[in-house]
């Protein structure tokens, strides 16, 4: 017996679990791809930043910024754009730039919780309807039955349920591992953007060159890039 003759001994039902199994994938794919584009060494990136604001260098902190692509660097990156305007308008950059990082590692998280908790659901009303299949071939037969007569429907019964779980099961563990991961972004932000405002509020950022009119070059950017990561793998 093959995977494909069982799959199909558990009814319609197993195709609705086989979406979840599909549509849950396709999350932990994504998921996965997002939070390790994320990954930052924060002490590291960090302390090359307040180096270059320390010495006032506006433009030289934006071309760092624009040339880490992690989300911290750009949170940080759209309060320096902002610098010109004056404290609350780089700490209401800083926020609205944070919110909508947040919300990229969020998005979909509440769809992988849905599928942990909805696949063993489908199991367990697979395991209904296939034992309503057995009685009602019992109440057809008159009660005259043999165990070949109900296996069908205790087929149905046990293949959705542990379909369901098999989906559920690694769903929720995923989500939860998820959720772990964005909380500790959101820990690292909010304590770097606190470090950063301090800097801005206590007037150290900005005694050297103003930020520009002009965005950093694509040159620029690449020799931030690079110190930074010199600076990563000592």
Not at 54 to 83: E, H, M, T, W, Y
Not at 110 to 116: E, M, P
Not at 222 to 230: A, D, L, N, P, S
Request: a positive charge.
């Amino acid at each position: 017996m093959n995977l494909l003759s069982v799959f199909a001994r558990g009814g319609p039902i197993m195709f609705a679990i086989l979406a979840c199994s599909i549509i849950g994938l396709v999350i932990l794919i994504e998921k996965y791809l997002v939070l390790r584009r994320a990954r930052v060494n924060v002490g590291e990136f960090m302390s090359k930043l307040r180096g270059i604001l320390q010495r006032g260098d506006i433009r030289g902190a934006i071309g760092f910024c624009s040339g880490v692509d992690v989300p911290l660097a750009n949170i940080l990156k759209k309060g320096l754009l902002n610098f010109d305007e004056g404290e609350q308008k780089v700490k209401e950059a800083v926020e609205s730039a944070g919110k909508e990082e947040i919300y990229k590692l969020e998005r979909h998280l509440a769809i992988l919780a849905t599928i942990a908790g909805i696949a063993p659901l489908l199991g367990f009303l697979g395991t209904v309807t296939g034992m309503i299949r057995s009685f009602r071939v019992i109440e057809m037969m008159a009660g005259v039955v043999n165990p070949a007569d109900l296996a069908g429907g205790i087929w149905e019964a046990l293949l959705t349920t542990a379909f369901g779980l098999m989906v559920g099961i690694p769903a929720y563990g995923f989500y939860n591992y998820f959720v772990t991961r964005v909380h500790r972004f959101v820990f690292e932000v909010e304590n770097s953007s606190t470090e950063f405002l301090t800097l801005v509020r206590s007037g150290k950022l900005g005694e050297g060159e103003k930020y520009p009119e002009a965005v950093p070059t694509a040159r620029e950017t690449q020799v931030g890039t690079e110190e930074y990561f010199r600076v990563k793998t000592k």
